[in-house]
């Protein structure tokens, strides 16, 4: 691995303010992926670097509240393509657009007169946070950014050092989650690391992510004299029942065989190189000889049913302390990694209750299960 830990940036060295070291990492095509740590208390140095980079048309890896992120200036078209070619990811599936600030809305997006008060509603409530609305676009934003869609995604992120870093830059940045296309989204700076080393010239390390699930994708259908019907692209953090308050959710139905509406939302995708299986009784497990089986579990404990059933070569739970949907979904791809990287012959999963959150682990759950 040729990660190298510098801890706390410098910042202030070279042109960009950025070490010497990464400069040369991006002319060698073998760059050595620096780390740089940024908290609450002390961002400035990383923030001062990202910009940099990002400015001088570069990507950076970036914590978000949900999952981190492979960031470009939005505006910098060659930018957004260095994203594409690190995740390895097909220029049909288009990136989400970050905003700094509500005021920035406006030059990304050309929000229509009949879902302006439903957009500024969903605003307020959940921004800045895990909601990405799907507008129209503005011409501004360059067409790969958007895979040549009329339509744009937008999300304001919640994380103090993306704020911070979005805000300096004084541009949207367009950011997919950091992992090579189709693989499991990173929640930590080390697993982005494992991901996309050697890649990019650095990752920001602002600690876990809070939420762990990619940001629910929502479009809008204004309705005469009704609440606006909101179609549900992918579930995640923000659920159905807190949207339902200002509108009607209904699922977008994938099609087999057409271009996929978010592509995130193939069938297979969040998926680590393991066969993953759902198993919805212990009961029907019946493991063959020879072979290693890992077990993702909800809760585990020494009494479970999964537990129990099977002398697993590894076990990891996805909510071991609380039992409650929120841990469950901040650990689910941390537990996928840590149980794909454990040498097994297959994962198998208990399910979560499709409630709240849990529609958006068992989406997760589902596309892991499906081989590419
Ligand atoms: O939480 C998140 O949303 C994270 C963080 C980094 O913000 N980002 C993320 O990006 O998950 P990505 O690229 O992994 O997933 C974005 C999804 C893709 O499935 C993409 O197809 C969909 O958003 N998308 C982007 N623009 C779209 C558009 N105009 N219409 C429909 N889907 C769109
Ligand atoms: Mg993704």
């Known amino acids: 691995m040729a990660a190298s830990l510098v801890g706390r940036a410098k910042g202030g060295t070279g042109k960009y303010g950025f070490a010497s070291a990464a400069i040369v990492c991006q002319n060698s095509g073998v760059p050595e992926t620096r780390i740089v740590h940024a908290s609450d208390e002390d961002m400035k140095p990383a923030v001062r670097e990202a910009c940099g980079l990002l400015r001088a048309g570069e990507i ?6 949900t999952v981190y992120g492979l960031a470009a200036d939005a505006f910098q078209p060659e930018a957004v393509a260095k994203v594409f070619a690190a995740k390895e990811r097909p220029a049909f599936d288009p990136l989400i657009v970050h905003i700094g600030s509500r005021r920035d809305l406006a030059r990304v997006a050309l929000v229509p007169e009949d879902i302006s008060e439903t957009v500024n509603q969903l605003a307020t409530e959940f921004w800045p946070g895990p909601l990405t609305m799907i507008l129209p676009k503005h011409p501004d934003v360059p067409d790969l950014v958007t895979s040549g869609l009329p339509t744009v995604a937008v999300r304001q992120s919640a994380h103090p050092v993306f704020r911070a870093i979005n805000k300096e830059l004084g541009n949207p940045i367009a950011a997919p989650s950091a992992n090579r296309f189709g693989r499991i989204s990173p929640t930590s700076a080390s697993a982005v690391i494992k991901e996309l080393d050697g890649r990019i010239p650095m990752v920001v ?10 940001s629910t ?64 009784d212990p009961r029907d497990f019946r493991p063959e000889e020879g072979k290693r089986y890992g077990l993702l579990c909800y809760r585990g404990g020494d009494d479970d049913a999964y537990v129990r059933r099977h002398e697993w070569d590894a076990v990891e739970a996805l909510s071991p302390g609380s039992g409650k949907l929120a841990e469950a979904a901040i650990r689910l791809f941390f537990a996928m990694r840590q149980l794909d990287e454990a040498g097994l012959d297959e ?21 892991a299960s499906v081989r590419p």
């Open 60 to 65: 950076v890896a970036l914590p978000t509240e």
């Open 347 to 367: 994962i198998i999963a208990e399910p979560v209750s499709e409630t709240g959150l849990g529609v958006a682990i068992m989406d997760r759950l589902r596309r």
């Open 217 to 280: 994708i929502l479009s809008i259908e204004p309705r005469d004299g009704k609440k606006p019907i909101f179609r549900l692209h992918r579930a995640g953090p923000i659920t159905k029942e807190q949207l339902q308050k200002f509108g009607k959710v209904e699922k977008v139905k994938e099609r087999a065989g057409e271009l996929p509406h978010a592509p995130g939302q193939l069938p297979s995708h969040y998926a680590p190189v393991t066969p993953l299986r759902i198993v919805e």
């Open 205 to 214: 390390d602002g600690g876990a992510c809070s939420e762990g699930l990619e």
